[in-house]
């Protein structure tokens, strides 16, 4: 896809996505049970953040999941501090024990309803030059909960399936980028990457 990573860190993504599988066995965090096609769908879509080309210092993964991509953008850029939010306390505590499995650092964890975030955690507020979310919901109901976390002109970055609706504005926000890229077999697919920008 043209997106560089370095090999330990691509090593302990692969460590992240093993153990990830492994609690999914008891904790449903993705449908994908393969683990060829988790690797295409989970990893490497994730790491298409890397197609952006955006440094971000303090990112905020909405609505996570199963920790990707938020895993994969700490992966690309190590020195970024990232947090994965969450509002079932089950799926962070299960990402919890997948960081500890894959000896993976610096990334935090946060079990709250993104909506009701910067109400009741005040330090999240503009506190994001960047916020991702995969899978989570339509691009305007994104930028409707992300708008309060991100800081001045910070970034909205939303995954997207190649037919999905990406209005060039959404509340308060300014469509800057929309980057195609095509995932392998054994789960080929074209995916967009969609950049907001806080105006």
Known sequence: MGVAIDESAAALLLAYLDAMLTVNEHINLTGVRDREQAVVLH????????????????ALDLGTGNGFPGVAVAMLHPRTSVVL?????????????CLLTARIQGVETATVDAAQAPGLHKEMRGAFDLVVARAVGAPAEMAQM???????KGQLVLWLDAAAEAPAQLDGMKRERDIGYDLPEPAARHRRLVIYRRA
């Open 43 to 58: 990893a490497l879509d994730s790491l298409a953040f890397g197609l952006t080309e955006s440094r971000p210092s303090h």
């Open 85 to 97: 939010l969450d509002r079932t306390a089950k799926k962070i505590r299960a990402i919890g024990a």
């Open 146 to 152: 992300a708008k309060p976390l991100l800081s001045q």
